[in-house]
């Protein structure tokens, strides 16, 4: 007998505001606009930016104090005094040594090399730590930290008979779990890890599916 048939006759279930089962799923798979929500074309699924906030205050710094004691120097010569050791230097230098000099060509090496960690800092979004989650409404981002979304995935590959250990590695791409199995086929153990994990990575609610990797192996001798 069901629970329904148990319940007494003048007995009536409350409205509730929870979504259907299939109203709830389409939701969780459709994006805003109805696009589904793992998607290219959804762009709310992208990585999250970092705002790099000490780069650029270091940077924006730098730049301020050369600025700044260059533009004294400058002031200082239009008002007839003696242009600074370090300018007179610096002038002297590039007005003398050849271009194929080894302190000529590191300073160039060196700019070259700044200059393209600055590129690529202001190119590429940073936070790499941070999982795009699917978007379920408009107007809001979530992200899942890959250390939590582990630590989660590790406990539910506990729960399964035979596990004695678990060492789990989420990636951007890939889910690599290795686990130690005291008893148990190790082939069994496997197939049950991969069910329980990948219902895990399911329920995760990732804007882009993870691929898993599961190793078992028997715990050392000794």
């Known amino acids: 007998m069901s629970d329904d048939d148990a319940q007494p006759a003048d007995t009536r279930r409350l409205p509730t505001l929870d979504k259907t089962p299939d109203t709830a799923d389409e939701a969780a798979r459709s994006g805003p606009g109805g696009a589904p929500a793992g998607s290219d074309e959804d762009d709310?699924?992208?990585r999250f930016w970092s705002a790099r906030r000490v780069p650029a205050a270091v940077v924006a710094l730098l730049l301020l104090a050369a600025a700044g004691l260059l533009l004294y120097d400058v002031a200082a010569v239009r008002a007839d005094r003696p242009a600074m050791a370090?300018?007179?230097?610096?002038?002297h230098e590039l007005a003398t040594r050849p271009l194929d000099n080894p302190w000529v060509l590191g300073a160039a090496a060196l700019a070259v090399v700044l200059g393209i960690?600055?590129?690529v800092l202001a190119l590429t979004p940073g936070l790499r730590q941070v999982l795009p989650m699917r978007r379920t409404a408009p107007g809001?981002?979530?992200?899942?930290d890959r250390s939590a979304a582990a630590l989660v995935l590790r406990d539910r590959a506990m729960e399964v008979a035979g596990v004695q250990s678990v060492r789990m590695k989420v990636g951007r791409r890939k889910a690599k779990a290795h686990a130690v199995s005291h008893f148990r086929e190790l082939d069994e153990v496997r197939a049950d890890l991969d069910v329980?994990?990948?219902e895990g990575l399911r329920q995760l609610g990732l804007a882009?599916?993870?691929?898993?990797?599961?190793?078992v192996r028997?715990?050392?001798k000794g």
């Open 44 to 46: 709310g699924t992208g």
């Open 218 to 220: 028997r715990p050392k």
């Open 140 to 144: 809001i981002r979530a992200g899942l």
């Open 196 to 198: 329980s994990l990948g």
């Open 117 to 119: 960690w600055l590129i």
């Open 86 to 91: 370090w300018r007179r230097r610096l002038a």
């Open 208 to 215: 882009h599916p993870l691929r898993l990797t599961v190793h």
